[in-house]
Nanobody, 123 residues
Framework: QVQLVESGGGLVEPGGSLRLSCAAS????????MGWYRQAPGKQREVVAS???????NYEDSVKGRFTISRDNAKNTVYLQMNSLKPEDAAVYYC?????????????????WGQGTQVTVSS
């Protein structure tokens, strides 16, 4: 019904940059908060950054000043620009979106996840 497709992960050297994208498609009425999470091996999934529809942002402390989240509401897409990457940033990155879909009884909200994209930071 609704799909989130991520792209942009890969291998980068410490200090390098990557830009992740996540496009939502399907029977979308509207999208509220969109966010990026990450999960490293043996660790719990953690929120990295989030952005509201009007554009208010929040960041996990360790990425402040290095990562920038943005979105294009016309394209139902959220981005994560990651600069000055560190080995500890390596993880599978997932996007998440709070999506309202139209049903026979009106709109209903769901939380959707992308499939994840691997980010590896290594020399």
């Amino acid at each position: 019904q609704v799909q989130l497709v991520e792209s942009g992960g890969g291998l980068v050297e410490p200090g390098g940059s990557l830009r992740l994208s996540c496009a939502a498609s399907g029977s979308i009425f509207s999208i509220g908060v969109m966010g990026w999470y990450r999960q490293a091996p043996g660790k719990q999934r953690e929120v990295v950054a989030s952005i509201t529809r009007p554009g208010s942002t929040n960041y996990e402390d360790s990425v402040k000043g290095r990562f920038t989240i943005s979105r294009d509401n016309a394209k139902n897409t959220v981005y994560l620009q990651m600069n000055s990457l560190k080995p500890e940033d390596a993880a599978v990155y997932y996007c998440n979106a709070d999506v309202k879909v139209m049903t026979a009884w009106g709109t209903k909200g769901f939380s959707y996840w992308g499939q994840g994209t691997q980010v590896t930071v290594s020399s």
